[in-house]
């Protein structure tokens, strides 16, 4: 099992940055893949980024540019350094990790408001 603890949400204002963090428990040697996701009132939740063992990143068009997802291995955490949000970013974001068999593990989210 692996569990998995995300913080760093919150109310922030338009064109501002927050960074949150993910950090793992558990059986954690067997993590390959930790990403970020996130749904919005309405709609399915989606990929933000994601980052697997050896540092290779994706993300969605949507934020390229804007965030940006690290990993501390040492630390068993990943962050979600986000900038230049935007209100559509606003979201409950999501932290998942997929172990090396392919089983999958999520955090119990955290909330992103962009609001003046």
């Known amino acids: 099992q692996v569990q998995l603890v995300e913080s760093g949400g919150g109310l922030v204002q338009p064109g501002g940055s927050l960074r949150l963090s993910c950090t793992a428990s558990?059986?954690?040697?067997?993590?390959?893949?930790m990403g970020w996701y996130r749904q919005a009132p309405g709609k399915q939740r989606e990929l933000v980024a994601r980052i697997n063992r050896g540092g290779v990143t994706n993300y969605a068009d949507s934020v390229k540019g804007r965030f940006t997802i690290s990993r501390d291995n040492a630390k068993n955490t990943v962050y979600l350094q986000m900038g230049s949000l935007k209100p559509e970013d606003t979201a409950d974001y999501f932290c998942?990790?997929?172990?090396?068999?392919?089983?999958?593990?999520w955090g119990q989210g955290t909330q992103v408001t962009v609001s003046s």
């Open positions: 558990g059986v954690i040697f067997s993590i390959n893949t």
């Open positions: 998942k990790a997929v172990t090396v068999t392919s089983r999958e593990f």
